[in-house]
């Protein structure tokens, strides 16, 4: 089977910084289009960024000029480099295989909290 490895979420004031990773690995040969979501306690989970195995990216307007997108397909991993953080980008955050824009792909990693907070 596909695993999606989340790392890098933990615990950072407002304005802070982090950068999630998402290693690919099991069945697939490499990764391809992936995206980004996150979910918030008593919320529907939600669109943050994806990207294409090209290297074309989209974001959420909540996040736009925040968070940046990237992959390294020598390492099958993708990242989310997240800037000038918000209470509200309080979330688990999921790695997505399959689609770079929703509705999502069927693979899902476990996810990573991040809390942002002071």
């Known amino acids: 089977q596909v695993q999606l490895v989340e790392s890098g979420g933990g615990l950072v004031q407002p304005g802070g910084s982090l950068r999630l990773s998402c290693a690919a690995s099991?069945?697939?040969?490499?990764?391809?289009?992936m995206g980004w979501y996150r979910q918030a306690p008593g919320k529907q989970r939600e669109y943050v960024a994806g990207?294409?195995?090209?290297?074309?990216?989209n974001y959420a307007d909540s996040v736009k000029n925040r968070f940046t997108i990237s992959r390294d397909n020598a390492k099958n991993t993708v990242y989310l480099q997240m800037n000038t953080l918000k209470a509200e980008d309080t979330a688990v955050y999921y790695c997505n295989l399959g689609s770079w824009l929703p509705p999502p792909g069927d693979y899902w990693g476990q996810g990573t909290q991040v809390t942002v907070s002071s």
């Open positions: 990207i294409t195995s090209a290297g074309s990216t």
């Open positions: 099991g069945s697939i040969v490499g990764i391809a289009r």
